[in-house]
């Protein structure tokens, strides 16, 4: 029997798109799974869509795990400092026998705790962020000159063994910050996409009886866009290069839920804007129905660490349209081919892009099966090969 490496990965809650890696990685590892708020599971309040989301998949199923008690008494996570607060991490760590912790994230006080305990106990620490270099930059050069030497100098340097990083721009985080190439780990952000898959392999055949129950027109290019209606989405924008758009037989579904509704709703009103359908809130379990309906996926986010929605859409053989601040954009987009990147901000060229799908059926049927070959690159099974080959030489 193949000898099992010893694993355990520390992450802030349960999250639907992290389950799925988990559960593979049970089968290659001794896998423990450390959380430190069970928000998802019982169901909490969502700022960013503005009600309490309970995920309707099961995210605890197929690896072990246990939940560490929370002492903040916050209603939420919002990557604030003092969300979690959880000192059991300290005896979990002194009796976890595992050589190699894996910590995804380190925005909450719980996560530094860790990594500081967990390097004065021996063991390997593992970082897993989203940070992309294209945000970070962007900000102002004495916060650069102090995470440089806090992070380059500190974190880095004396309490980080391995950077796993999720695609080009989050390797070039790293870079920034002095990690060297030996110490990085490509470990793609994906998600499930046998399910996915799956799931349009069901659906495809059944697109009417779809709009029928969703209640959208039928015989209209529909445009999707998945995602909180919040000002770092700016789903306004899209409903501008909608309007700009208005001599084609299309539609706007937006699914999501969140603070700008109303200025949504005011502004398709103002404009007398027709066949755009505000969906709210979608579960996890539903989703797949409005990919399936989608001629084209648009994100145009402010800042988006990676855009894990677009993975989901392109296994349904969808073009993309993304704004230039998404982070996946420089992985799984390819300019012209399988969609486009458009400027963030910049109404009049996400129109543009968009049209060019539109109006050309066998382009958008090409880059949608363009899209479906690049994104079963990214997939679990590329995570768990290069995880598997490190922790191999971390135990030689």
Known sequence: MQ????????????IQYFS?????????????VYYFSDI???????????????????????????????????????????????????????DDPSSIIIMNGWSYCTSLIAIFFARLMGKK?????????????????????????????LLFRFFIDKCLYIG????????????????????????DNEYFHNAWLLYREKKTQLL???????????????????????????IKAYALLQSFNIALVMVGEGELRRDMETYIKD???????????????????????ADMLVLCSESETWGLSVNEAMNFELPVVVSDTVGCSHDLVEQGKNGF????????????CLKQLIRDDSFRKEAGKLSLSTVQQYNTGVIIENVKIAAEEEEK
């Open 3 to 14: 000898h099992k490496v010893r694993i355990s990965y520390y992450l802030s809650h349960p």
């Open 20 to 32: 799925p890696l988990l559960r593979e990685m049970a089968k290659s590892f001794q896998l423990q």
């Open 40 to 94: 998802s599971i019982k169901g909490g309040m969502d700022k960013g869509f503005g009600q309490n989301i309970k995920w309707d998949i099961p995210l605890l199923e197929g690896y072990n795990s246990c939940f560490i008690k929370n002492y903040s008494g916050s209603s939420s996570l919002d990557n604030r400092f003092w969300d979690l607060i959880n000192p059991g991490v300290i005896k979990k760590l002194f």
């Open 125 to 153: 620490i593992w970082l897993r962020i989203e940070n992309p270099y294209s945000k970070e930059i962007r900000k102002r050069k004495h916060i650069l000159w102090l995470k440089k030497l806090l992070l380059k100098h």
């Open 168 to 191: 080009k721009d989050s390797k070039d985080f790293f870079k920034l910050y002095g990690v060297p190439d030996n110490r990085l780990i490509y470990t793609p952000y994906c998600v």
């Open 212 to 238: 029928q129950e969703l209640n959208l027109p039928a015989n209209r290019i529909i445009i999707l866009f998945t995602g909180k209606y919040q000002p770092v989405k700016r789903p306004i924008d899209l």
């Open 271 to 293: 404009h007398k804007l027709q066949h755009i359908y505000l969906t709210g809130f979608v579960n996890q379990s539903q989703i797949s129905r409005y990919y399936a309906i």
């Open 341 to 352: 990147i458009f400027e963030r901000g910049n109404v009049q060229q996400l129109a543009d």
